[in-house]
C-alpha cells in the first residue's frame, strides 16, 4: 500500500489523497462501531487499513522533503517524533474504552480522524510554487535579490532529479531499503516480543510494560536527535550509528535476564528505535532529488514491509521451537550487523 500512495503522491495532489483517505478511515471506524458479526469486523479493518496509508508516513514525509532543504532533518525528526509521541494516548484510549464503551469511542475515533484529515487536506500544499515561495521559503520573485537568502544552503550539493528506473540501478537505493528492512525485522519483533521475553526470563509484568513504555519515550527523543545530526552530517555515518545502536541492544536484549544488561538494551535500543524512519526520506531526497521523492519513499517503505511481516512470525516459530527468543535476537543481529559495512562502502550517487 504504500508503494501505491508514494506513487500516487507524485502524480495527484496530496490534499485529494489525505482527504480521500481520513474518509475512509473515519467510514472503517463507524462501520466498527456498528460492528455484529465477524465479517462487518474484518470488512471495517480492511477499510482503516486502506485508509490509513493515506494519512501516514509516506505522504506527510514525501511533503516535507519537498518544502525544507537547510533544515530538512529537524523537520523529519520532529515530524516522526510526533509518530512516536502518539503511542502515549494509549493510556486515554482505554480510559475512554472503560467510560463510554468500545462503540462510543470508536465513533469518536472516526468524527476526530474526518475532522483532523479534512483541517490538513484543506492547509497542506504539495509543492512551494504552489504558495509561490521556493523551498525554505526563499523567494522566487526574480525582482528580489535572493542571494542572502541561499547563502545558508548553498555549500550544500543538491541532487539531481533521477527517475525510477535509473534510482533502481544505483546500489544506493539498495542498500538504504536493507538497511531500513533490517530496522524494520528489529523494530517490531522487539515490538511484539519484549513484554512477552521479558516475563518468560522470570521479569513481572509490570516491570515488562515499564521497559516498553520507556523504549517508545526514548523514541522520541532519538527521532528528534536523528534529525539534528542529520543537518550536521553525512546521512551514511547517522545511519551507520543506528544500525550500531539497534545492533548492540539487540545483543543485550538476549542477555537482558541481568537487570544492568536490560538497563543498557533500554537506552541504546531506545535512543535508535525509530531513527532510520527520521533518516530515510533525508536520505532519499539528497541522493535522488524531490521529483520523485514520493514514489520512491513509497517503494523504500513497502519493500522495507518484507522485514515487519516476517519479524513476528520468526519469533513466534524461533519461541516455540526452542522455549525461548535468544536465537530471534541473535538472528536480528546478524541482520543489522549486515548492513553496517554495506552503508560504509556505499558509495555517493553521482
Not at 155 to 174: C, G, H, M, N
Request: proline fraction near 3%; charge should be positive; aromatic fraction near 12%.
Amino acid at each position: 500500500m504504500d508503494a501505491i500512495i508514494g506513487f500516487l503522491s507524485d502524480r495527484i495532489s496530496v490534499r485529494w489523497i489525505i482527504l480521500g483517505s481520513s474518509i475512509l478511515v473515519s467510514l472503517g471506524w463507524f462501520i466498527l462501531s456498528r460492528v455484529n458479526s465477524l465479517g462487518i469486523f474484518y470488512l471495517s479493518f480492511i477499510i482503516i487499513c486502506t485508509g490509513a496509508g493515506g494519512i501516514g508516513s509516506v505522504v506527510f514525509l514525501t511533503v516535507l522533503a519537498r518544502w525544507f532543504h537547510k533544515s530538512v532533518g529537524l523537520v523529519m525528526g520532529l515530524t516522526t517524533a510526533g509518530f512516536a509521541a502518539g503511542g502515549l494516548a494509549v493510556p486515554g484510549i482505554v480510559y475512554l474504552l472503560d467510560v463510554v464503551g468500545f462503540r462510543t469511542a470508536f465513533f469518536s475515533f472516526g468524527v476526530t480522524v474526518l475532522i483532523l484529515g479534512g483541517v490538513a487536506a484543506y492547509f497542506v500544499r504539495d509543492w512551494p510554487k504552489d504558495v509561490g515561495t521556493g523551498p525554505d521559503g526563499i523567494s522566487i520573485d526574480p525582482s528580489e535579490d535572493i542571494l542572502e537568502q541561499i547563502k545558508p544552503v548553498a555549500s550544500e550539493k543538491i541532487a539531481p532529479d533521477y527517475t525510477i528506473r535509473q534510482v533502481l540501478t544505483k546500489p544506493a537505493f539498495w542498500v538504504i531499503t536493507y538497511a531500513s528492512a533490517a530496522n524494520s525485522f528489529s523494530m517490531t519483533g522487539v515490538s511484539t516480543y519484549i513484554m512477552p521475553h521479558l516475563e518468560h526470563i522470570g521479569y513481572a509484568r509490570n516491570v515488562a510494560s515499564l521497559v516498553a513504555m520507556a523504549l517508545a519515550l526514548l523514541s522520541i527523543f532519538g527521532r528528534l536527535t536523528t534529525g539534528w545530526m542529520l543537518d550536521k552530517i553525512a546521512f551514511r555515518v547517522v545511519l551507520i550509528i543506528l544500525l550500531i545502536g539497534q545492533l548492540t541492544g539487540s545483543i543485550f536484549l538476549a542477555y537482558s535476564n541481568m537487570l544492568f544488561v536490560l538497563i543498557l538494551f533500554i537506552i541504546s535500543f531506545g535512543v535508535t528505535r525509530g531513527g532510520i524512519m527520521t533518516l530515510r526520506p533525508v536520505a532519499l531526497r539528497k541522493s535522488f532529488g524531490t521529483s520523485r521523492i514520493g514514489s520512491l519513499l513509497g517503494l523504500c517503505v513497502g519493500l522495507s514491509q518484507v522485514g515487519s511481516m516476517t519479524s513476528p512470525i520468526f519469533g513466534g516459530w524461533i519461541f516455540d521451537t526452542t522455549g525461548n527468543f535468544s536465537l530471534a535476537w541473535v538472528v536480528t543481529s546478524v541482520l543489522l550487523l549486515l548492513g553496517i559495512p554495506l552503508v560504509a562502502t556505499m558509495k555517493p550517487v553521482r
